[in-house]
């Protein structure tokens, strides 16, 4: 079987990011710029080596750390669902391979990324500058507690599944701002977005189910 090269992003990497957009539009997802930013993120690169033939499948895979790179399909629906504007600062909660700031960055936001484990974090802090995906800052701590000294955010992405709704996080949102949270036990979790009307209000709606890795309180 042929073995990518790590670094290098081929015609035939193209031609297979092609196939996967398709099947994204397939399977439901309409937004043009989340479906470009897709088309242009290098996705093997973040995979760990022993998955990289499977890339530009629409599956999760293995990152190291217990932990997952998100199925494209829950990346996109994550992604438009924050509908991420040009400027956007996002706070990103669970860095993990970087796939999902790479993709943010992409579509122009100034992202913020906290991960708990150092591995990672460490990790994706060195992969995404290399891709010219720089512009990123990384955090190393527990998204439980946001990042204070930036907020308020416009948008807020958790990329773990969350037990509660964090009000700590909803307090360093804009209002007006949106917040995508997966929310539920460690079986499964309803995709929630959060929307601050005021100062001390939100509204919630909900958005189909989904399987994250839980979101864990502490670093490791
Ligand atoms: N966005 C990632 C998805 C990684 S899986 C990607 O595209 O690859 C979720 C990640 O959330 C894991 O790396 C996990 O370690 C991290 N995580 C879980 N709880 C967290 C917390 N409280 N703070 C920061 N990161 C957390």
């Known amino acids: 079987m042929h073995q ?40 093997h690169i973040f995979m760990d080596s022993s998955f990289i033939n499977f890339s530009y499948k629409d599956q999760a895979f293995p990152i190291g750390a217990g932990q997952t790179i998100s199925q494209p399909y829950t990346v996109a629906f994550q992604t438009a669902l924050l509908e991420v504007s040009m400027m956007d600062k996002v706070l990103e909660i669970g860095t993990g391979s970087g796939y999902q700031t790479a993709v943010l960055v992409e579509m122009g936001a100034k992202v913020y990324s906290i991960e708990r484990q150092r591995e990672l974090y460490l990790k994706a802090q060195s992969t995404l500058p290399r891709l010219g995906y720089g512009k990123a800052m990384f955090f190393f701590g527990d998204g439980y507690q946001g990042v204070p000294p930036y907020a308020p955010f416009d948008k807020i992405l958790i990329t773990a599944g969350a037990a509660e709704l964090p009000e700590k996080l909803i307090s360093q949102l804009k209002i007006g701002g949106r917040m995508v949270i997966p929310h539920g036990d460690n079986k499964s979790q309803t995709m929630k977005l959060i929307v601050k009307t005021s100062e001390n209000d939100y509204e919630v709606s909900t958005h189909g189910n989904f399987l994250f890795v839980p979101m864990l309180k502490g670093t490791e």
């Open 4 to 43: 990518f090269n790590l670094m290098e992003d081929s015609y035939r990497h193209k031609g297979l990011r092609r196939k996967l957009i398709e099947d994204l539009r397939v399977k439901g997802i309409k937004d043009e710029r989340v479906l470009d930013a897709i088309g242009k993120v290098p996705r």
